[in-house]
């Protein structure tokens, strides 16, 4: 019965969790984008305090229920999992905890969040990892089906689905979202939780907590006929069947064992005091609890590093109308990159985001991409050669879960600089073709941009741009609707830290 209320609740979360990814219209988003803010890294970067005691206090009450029930990456590793069972029974073994490898891969983070590098963070982060993988792979499938769907429906005079753009973002994202699949993939087939309980961070901590928690999985020793069965059962495999122990710090309460012991001699019940066979040695539990009591102090030394770290993070905080082929635009050379409005600066960004790739998806202009860029690698950045980021839209600042894009408002986004606009002389059509152009003055929503003659002597000489940088917020109108190609005659460059104007 727990296993099966589990497992309900676990698909019916990793299904509204990739919808958040797949969904363009934004329609889920809001009825269940609360649960991208109820996954621990992101809450912790936001420090979204609510969210992270709630966790907490759930694992001490009942275990490591986040990582089988609310985190979509144990979910899908669960269902790679299934598929090895059903290729070959009783596959699994119990194997010692490698907390050494366990708390490097905690110190790596910390140390990630510390420098702000957020590749690190990126890679390491389980919510992000799925959210990329969805984004990437299965995203322009979702698309696909949609404008099949669309065609379909106009062809019988009804337009319930629109057509959408079918855009691979970045291809370092999707390389490293395919390898991610394939190692997860692996890894959850031969040995279940592997990554859950070797190299995941978030696990690393929950587990510390885990072996306090008041339910818990437990062996009554006068029923276990020592078969083994539960623990070649445990795809975290963390139970001991000869000495009739489990690791509570690698237990994600999956249920399995619970439902496999013919016996009937593991229940999940409140914890208790359980005495030690008359066979066990002191020596060997004084040992354990050495061992126990060390691992103790390096996770509270590397947690407390984290919780301080993220304390003092959030304190700094076509166009011509006819039928000639249109050079698709090239990304210019910018020396800033452009973030977007409630990142608050590029530092912000970078301590803060994990590249779940959330913000990305639900971005309606194009404008958003993952960075390549090995510091920043996969985390948001915006180029305006697809559309360019009205000033009315604020979806990015209302997913963002890390506290890395915070909310703001569509007059404050209106007022906020996150860049400025740069003319280039060589590439303007007005000079290069001798045309009337004004097409960047012209759409400029703030009025930043203004004709003047070319020749200040001559006023009926041809008419080029203007920029008046003090008024202009950076979002790209101009760039993105310039006539020249490949390159814009007009271009945004970007700002270490946003101001309001």
């Not at 119990?94 to 510390?114: D, V, W």
Request: aromatic share 8%; glycine share 8%; charged share 15%.
């Amino acid at each position: 019965m727990l296993k099966r209320l589990r497992q309900t609740v676990a698909v019916a979360v990793i299904v509204l969790i990739s919808l958040l990814f797949l969904d363009f219209t934004g329609t889920v988003h809001q009825w269940f984008g609360w649960l991208a803010k109820i996954q621990f890294l992101p809450a912790l970067l936001a420090l979204n305090v609510g969210v992270v005691v709630g966790l907490i206090v759930l694992t001490l009450l009942f275990g490591r229920l986040y990582c089988s029930v609310i985190c979509p990456l144990g979910i899908m590793q669960d269902g790679f999992g299934w598929l090895g069972k059903k290729a070959r029974k009783n596959r699994y073994r119990y194997s010692p905890a490698k907390n050494i490898l366990r708390y490097t891969m905690l110190a790596i983070m910390a140390a990630g969040i510390i420098l702000g590098i957020g590749s690190l963070v990126a890679l390491l982060a389980p919510y992000s990892a799925y959210g990329r993988m969805v984004q990437s792979l299965l995203s322009p499938l979702w698309q696909w089906v949609n404008n099949l769907l669309a065609g379909w429906a106009e062809e019988h005079d009804s337009y319930a689905f629109a057509n959408v753009d079918i855009w691979m973002r970045g291809t370092a994202t999707l390389a490293v979202a395919t390898m991610t699949l394939i190692i997860l993939a692996i890894l959850a087939w031969r040995n279940g939780r592997t990554y859950c309980n070797t190299i995941c961070p978030v696990g690393t901590v929950l587990g510390f907590f885990a072996r306090f928690s008041w339910f818990k999985p437990v062996i009554d020793t006068s029923k276990c006929n020592g078969c083994g069965l539960c623990a070649r059962n445990c795809k975290a495999a963390c139970i001991d069947s000869k000495t009739h122990s489990i690791d509570y710090s690698r237990c994600v309460d999956c249920m399995d064992c619970l439902e496999k012991c013919h016996q009937g001699a593991i229940s999940y019940t409140r914890r208790r005091t359980v005495v030690p066979a008359a066979t066990t040695a002191e020596p060997t539990l004084a040992g354990d609890s050495s061992k126990t009591d060390a691992s103790r102090r390096q996770f509270l030394g590397v947690t407390a590093t984290i919780a301080a770290t993220a304390t003092v993070k959030a304190q700094e905080k076509t166009v011509d109308g006819g039928l000639a082929v249109i050079a698709d635009k090239k990304i210019p050379v910018r020396h800033t990159r452009i973030v977007p409005p409630g990142a608050v600066s590029l530092r912000n960004m970078a301590s803060h985001c994990t590249a779940c790739q959330l913000c990305v998806s639900v971005c309606p202009n194009g404008v958003l991409r993952p960075s390549t860029d090995i510091l920043t690698l996969m985390q948001p950045e915006s180029s305006y050669e697809r559309g360019y980021c009205r000033p009315e839209c604020t979806k990015c600042s209302e997913v963002c879960p890390a506290g890395a894009i915070r909310p703001l408002t569509s007059a404050e986004k209106s007022a906020t600089q996150i860049g400025h606009a740069v003319w280039v002389k060589d590439n303007c059509v007005p000079l290069t073709d001798g045309v009337e152009c004004g097409n960047c003055a012209r759409h400029c929503p703030t009025g930043a941009i203004s004709m003047v003659p070319s020749d200040a002597s001559n006023p009926d000489s041809v008419k080029i741009p203007v920029v008046n940088t003090e008024r202009c917020i950076g979002c790209g109108a101009c760039e993105n609707l310039c006539p020249s190609r490949p390159f814009s005659a007009i271009y945004v460059e970007g700002h270490e830290v946003h101001r309001t104007i």
